[in-house]
């Protein structure tokens, strides 16, 4: 089982605004685990097994419902999905789309896709500010969200060069990297629905633990304090074992 893939990603990638699936994401993130970060041009075109790709993330193959999302992520929805990102040295922001080609193989059992060249500077060849995760590290969360909050949060550790790290992020600026729109407006909603199941995958199932605070303007939530350290190795096993 390819239980050591890594995913390197440009932060910016990691601070962008995007909604995907639960398996949306995975699949994009499987694929950029496939991608030698070191290379200068991305692959014309990536293979993933599902039968692997199911094996990894805790799937039964062989769960017709599973297997129907899967198709129907692949095939419609993530063929559409486009990303929105910043170039803080240009001073610009882009849109572009995550792919130039996806396909479904139900008789071979693969997914194959292109990564869009014109994102190919935030996967390869990146000289500084990226963060690197093994994929591992989310493969039992079933919360996106979880993912999302986990890639932000360990770039924020790696930025740090400590065990612990804390930051404030704006509510509004978590509500458009998550591409949240006019869900969970009001601040209970979002904890319940976002940062609660979030907080929790992320403690049970990586390495890093992670603790929150709402910061108020009068009677209203306007910022969130995070506080993240790195575990030590038995803390992991036995907060998998919860």
């Known amino acids: 089982m ?11 990638l990691i601070e962008a605004s995007y909604r995907l699936s639960l398996n949306e994401m995975r699949v994009l993130l499987y694929g950029i685990s496939l991608i030698n970060p070191t290379k200068d041009e991305l692959p014309k075109e990536l293979k993933i097994d599902i039968n692997r790709f199911s094996e990894f993330f805790g799937i039964d193959a062989r769960d017709r419902g599973f297997y129907n999302e899967l198709k129907e992520a692949v095939a419609v929805r993530l063929w559409n999905r486009e990303i ?21 193989c139900d008789k071979e059992a693969v997914i194959e896709l292109s990564f869009n060249p014109r994102i190919s500077n935030l996967l ?8 690197k995760y093994y994929l591992e590290e989310i493969g039992e969360m079933k919360c996106v969200y979880s993912v999302r909050l986990f890639e932000l949060c360990s770039m924020q550790l790696n ?24 869900k969970y407006n009001r601040f209970c909603d979002l904890k319940s629905r976002v940062l609660e199941p979030a907080r929790k995958e992320i403690n049970k199932y990586s390495t890093l633990k992670i603790k ?31």
Do not use: C
């Open 2 to 12: 390819d239980k050591r893939l890594s995913v390197t990603k440009a932060n910016a």
């Open 84 to 104: 929105g990102y910043a170039d803080l040295e240009r001073g610009s922001v882009s849109k572009e789309r995550w792919l130039t080609h996806v396909t479904y």
């Open 124 to 131: 390869q060849q990146l000289k500084g500010n990226f963060t």
């Open 159 to 182: 930025r740090s060069g400590k065990r612990v790290a804390n930051f404030v992020m704006p509510i509004d600026d978590l509500r458009r990297r998550f591409a949240l729109d006019n």
């Open 212 to 242: 929150y605070e709402a910061i108020k303007r009068g009677r209203t939530p306007k910022e969130i304090e995070f506080h993240v350290e790195r575990k030590k190795e038995e803390s992991v096993e036995k907060s998998k074992k919860l």
